[in-house]
């Protein structure tokens, strides 16, 4: 995936507007008030909502994009092999509750892990399958269907990255669950927001030693393409999202790193 990035580049045009959701160059660690703020939105604000609160905070007090004048210049003549990547650095992690956490990078971007309210999908029991299950005294039930999502912010706001899994399980209080997947996948926002997807897979899997079962998607991202020490740098980080469930049907959101 990473020669895509080549091409990418190669197509912007200087004449192109520069949209501080397009590319990430800060590479300011938040402050300790403005990561406060952030959090108080993440907590108090609809999933929907969230964007539009954080470029107006994040905005008040950074009035331009910060855009390296060589970024702007030079972007149409990178070429992928003069890209170094290296891994994001963790500056904090913040657990808002349960299934909501803030990973705060020291470029100034952070990474929201949430689940988001979805539509229970349907069950569909076969007969034979039912009457085995009825035969053994073991119904299932079945958990409300579960999505969880990481949305990648940058420094001004911007989402950049959304990465999600979505499922659900059945459960009788004493076997391993069943997962489901309904889907995974992830959606990449802005023209000239340099990045390249690596290792994505999605997929179901159970443990029969402590009969838990699981669903998740993951994949090693990189983005904010950067000019530093002379040579270009895009930062890489692996997100992982799904959930997990034991035999009496507790769930519990799956968040890389955390």
Not at 147 to 160: D, F, P, Q, T, W
Request: net charge neutral.
């Amino acid at each position: 995936m990473k020669k895509l990035i080549a091409f990418f580049l190669t197509v912007v045009m200087i004449g192109l507007p520069v949209i501080p959701s397009m590319a990430t160059t800060t590479t300011a660690t938040l402050s300790r008030d403005k990561k406060n703020s952030i959090e108080k939105i993440i907590a108090n604000t609809p999933y929907e909502q969230r964007e539009d609160s954080l470029k107006e905070l994040l905005n008040s007090t950074n009035k331009t994009a910060n855009i390296t004048p060589s970024l702007k210049s030079n972007t149409n003549n990178v070429n992928e092999k003069d890209i170094t990547y290296v891994e994001a650095q963790i500056d904090e992690t913040v657990n808002i509750d349960e299934d909501t956490s803030i990973v705060f990078f020291t470029s100034g971007d952070f990474l929201v892990y949430d689940t988001v309210d979805t539509v229970d999908m349907p069950v569909m029991l076969n007969t034979c399958a039912t009457n085995y299950i009825y035969a053994n005294n073991k119904a299932s039930s079945y958990t409300s269907t579960k999505k969880s999502v990481a949305s990648a912010y940058n420094a001004l706001g911007y989402i950049i990255l959304e990465v999600w899994a979505e499922g659900y399980f059945s459960y009788n209080g004493s076997s391993t669950p069943t997962p489901y997947m309904v889907d995974y996948d992830y959606e990449k926002y802005g023209v000239l927001n340099a990045w390249n997807v690596e290792n994505w897979k999605g997929g179901t899997s159970t443990n029969a030693s402590n009969k838990t079962a699981q669903f998740k998607a993951s994949g090693t991202f990189g983005w904010g393409l950067s000019w530093k020490d002379n040579h270009w740098n895009m930062q890489t980080y692996t997100i992982t999202v799904g959930y997990k469930c034991t035999k009496a049907g507790k769930t519990q959101s799956i968040k890389s790193g955390i």
